[in-house]
Each structure stands twice: as structure tokens, then as C-alpha cells.
């Protein structure tokens, strides 16, 4: 089989970026607004992002965020946040270098830091000096009053042959929060729209990829799961940012029911 140059890069970058590799560089994007953008997503409960990354050359929205509550100060998948409040929970999906940026778990550390990950994400923090809790899809845990459950997430496409940006068997997860204020949060992860995400109750608040591409769920998969568990707010993530189509097309999908928001 001869390959096409497109399916040969398409095939390589997959392999890079499946094994972590450093030629994947991350950075943050000269389009980033210069302050951090904030919604209320339930009672003194407040959501953060800084905006753009650039992934190589690419203009990247991420699926970084901190969510600030009356008590605790948490980060899901922290990268290039710049200057933040030190965390009390740091939670990772998994090892992509647009999620896992050990420069800022660093960064954010404070003696008392929980983080809670995956155990192909715990292998990399050796020398890490948190409270590092490993979780696989469907497990459990309640901390400091905190309710973690961590959710499958996984490519059911291949972004060449049989190769999957994110096969089930990396047990990569995404994460329901139920904080003490009963606020449920969803942030998937990098995943397409999979059958576990029937399991799926109460959610008030979702973070969900649009990007497509094979790597995530594009804007129509992720109305989809938007429209059935039709949570208050729903945040688009995981997108290039001069992809405004699939962000229309996921606005004009979500039943009115969701308040669309778009953080950029």
C-alpha cells in the first residue's frame, strides 16, 4: 500500500502524540486574550479559562479550566494557566501535551495538592510531590467533601487504519464532579460520543469537545450528548479556534434547553 502524504503525516503525528512526544510543542497562542475569561456555572461556583494554546502551529482552544468554589480551587487538565492560585485538586484525563503539562502541576503545587489521574498519567509523576490518587473509568472517590467519578473516554473512529488518537485500552477518563454545594460538572475528556455516556445523570454543567477530526466528538456528536442530558451550561472545548463553523453548528444543534457559552 502506498500512503498519500496527508495520511502519512495524519499516521505519524498520532504516533507522537500517543507516545507524549516533545516534538509536539505546546505554547501559549499570541490570539489568547490578554485577561482570563470567567462564567458562574451554579452558587459561588466559578469557571476559568486562559484561553488559547498553540499546539505546534495550530490555534487551540483546550480543555483547561479551574473551577473555583467557596472552598476549593480545582484544575482540570492545567496547561500554560500562567501565573494561578496554588491548587487544591488537580485533576488529569490523560497525557496528551495539550492536557498534561508537568511545568504547571509544578506550578500549581501546594503541600496539600490532591491530584487524581489516570495510572498511564501517574507513571509520569515520579517526582512529583502531591497526593496522587490513580482512577480508571467508573471509579470513585470522595475527598474534602469533593465527589469524583471518572468517566470513560475513548475514540470509537480511527484517525488512520486502526489507529486511534485514544483507544479504550489507555483507560483515559473524564470526570463528573458533585461539589457540596450539589453542583454536577462534566468534563469528558478527549472522547467521541460513546455508549457509557448513558450513564450520565443530573448534570448542570458539561465541558464538552467539538473538535472532530477523529481525536473528539465534531459539533453535531456533541449536541447529541448535550441534548440528552441537557445540562443548564455546556462549554464547547477542544477546537482550533478559526473553526468558527463547527462551533455555529454546535450552538444551532443545542436544544434550548443548554445555555451555550463560549469561552475563547
Request: charged share 25%.
Amino acid at each position: 500500500m502506498v500512503l498519500d502524504r496527508q495520511h502519512f503525516l495524519v499516521f505519524f503525528l498520532t504516533l507522537l502524540i500517543n507516545q507524549g512526544c516533545t516534538m509536539v510543542k505546546v505554547t501559549i497562542s499570541e490570539k489568547r486574550s490578554p485577561t482570563p475569561q470567567q462564567v458562574a456555572v451554579g452558587e459561588n461556583t466559578i469557571l476559568t479559562t486562559w484561553g488559547a494554546i498553540k499546539v505546534n502551529k495550530t490555534h487551540f482552544f483546550p480543555s483547561s479550566f479551574q473551577l473555583k468554589t467557596d472552598d476549593k480551587v480545582i484544575y482540570i487538565d492545567p496547561v500554560e494557566v500562567g501565573s494561578a492560585e496554588p491548587a487544591d485538586f488537580i485533576l488529569l484525563t490523560h497525557a496528551h501535551p495539550d492536557h498534561f503539562s508537568i511545568k504547571d502541576i509544578k506550578n500549581l503545587l501546594k503541600s496539600e495538592t490532591i491530584i487524581v489521574c489516570p495510572k498511564g498519567v501517574s507513571k509520569k509523576l515520579k517526582n512529583i510531590a502531591g497526593k496522587i490518587y490513580e482512577v480508571r473509568p467508573k471509579e470513585q472517590l470522595h475527598l474534602e467533601g469533593i465527589h469524583i467519578e471518572a468517566t470513560w473516554a475513548y475514540n470509537t473512529k480511527s484517525v488512520f487504519l486502526w489507529i486511534k488518537a485514544h483507544p479504550r485500552s489507555k483507560g483515559n477518563v473524564g470526570y463528573v464532579l458533585t461539589l457540596k454545594s450539589g453542583l454536577r460538572l462534566y468534563h469528558a475528556g478527549d472522547t467521541d460520543y460513546i455508549p457509557e455516556m448513558d450513564e450520565l445523570l443530573d448534570i448542570e454543567a458539561a465541558l464538552i469537545p467539538i473538535g472532530g477530526d477523529n481525536l473528539t466528538m465534531n459539533g453535531e456528536e456533541a449536541a447529541k450528548i448535550v441534548n440528552e442530558i441537557t445540562p443548564k451550561i455546556v462549554v464547547p472545548m477542544h477546537y482550533e479556534i478559526k473553526n468558527r463553523e463547527e462551533l455555529r453548528r454546535f450552538e444551532t444543534l443545542v436544544n434550548e434547553k443548554t445555555t451555550v457559552v463560549k469561552l475563547e
